[in-house]
């Protein structure tokens, strides 16, 4: 028996919503408590600007934001292939992700985990890790956003995933709610 006979479908998890609604924290808690690597849309683009050290960001996009598009989906592509399942994390806007994903829906079951929070909350987020940590200089988001309303503006323009795959909404104000271990059981149902 070879271990291909071993393999059974994995599970895409696609952690979606606006900058500064809790994705990438939420995307390796549970990648974390599912026992599964988290692929970051923003993490890969800090990888090529530290590759990139003249690197400055632009708006809306700059050669590695085009870069970092389908390097993510390749990546995600492989891992899915070899039978892993993966969390998936970027803001995945219906209209410009897509397509990405119809790609992968043959691969895996995919689920679907919406972030949400109060607007307020995702921008001072934002304003905090763009200060904290040097490598938020990879996101024109973080330089676009000048104040709340901008951020406000962000939300309320934010293209939502409507993928036909089942769909959790996590609140990540204060903590998760539900808790991971219900977005677990969702995941795994």
């Known amino acids: 028996m070879n271990a291909l006979e071993y393999a059974s479908t994995p599970t895409l998890v696609v952690i979606s919503g606006p900058g500064g609604f809790g994705k990438t924290t939420a995307?390796?808690?549970?990648?974390?408590?599912?026992?599964?690597?988290?692929?970051?849309?923003?993490?890969?683009?800090?990888?090529?600007?530290?590759a990139t050290p003249a690197f400055r960001s632009g708006w809306p996009a700059d050669p590695l934001t085009q870069r970092t598009y389908p390097t993510f989906f390749d990546v995600l592509g492989l891992l899915l292939g070899r039978g892993v399942t993966v969390v998936a994390e970027a803001s995945f806007q219906d209209k410009l992700w897509r397509a990405g994903l119809e790609r992968l829906d043959r691969l895996a079951k995919l689920r679907v985990v919406?972030?949400?929070t109060d607007p307020a909350i995702a921008h001072a987020r934002s304003i905090r890790r763009y200060g904290e940590n040097p490598v938020r200089r990879a996101h024109a988001d973080a330089l676009a956003s000048h104040g709340p309303d901008d951020a406000l503006e962000r939300y309320h323009s934010f293209d939502r995933l409507a993928y036909p795959a089942p769909a959790i909404t996590v609140d990540?104000?204060?903590?998760?709610?539900?808790?991971?271990?219900?977005?677990?059981?969702?995941?795994?149902?």
């Open 172 to 189: 990540t104000t204060d903590g998760y709610d539900p808790a991971i271990e219900e977005v677990v059981a969702f995941i795994d149902s």
């Open 27 to 50: 995307a390796h808690a549970i990648a974390r408590a599912v026992g599964c690597p988290a692929i970051c849309r923003d993490e890969i683009k800090e990888g090529m600007v530290h």
């Open 114 to 116: 919406q972030c949400v």
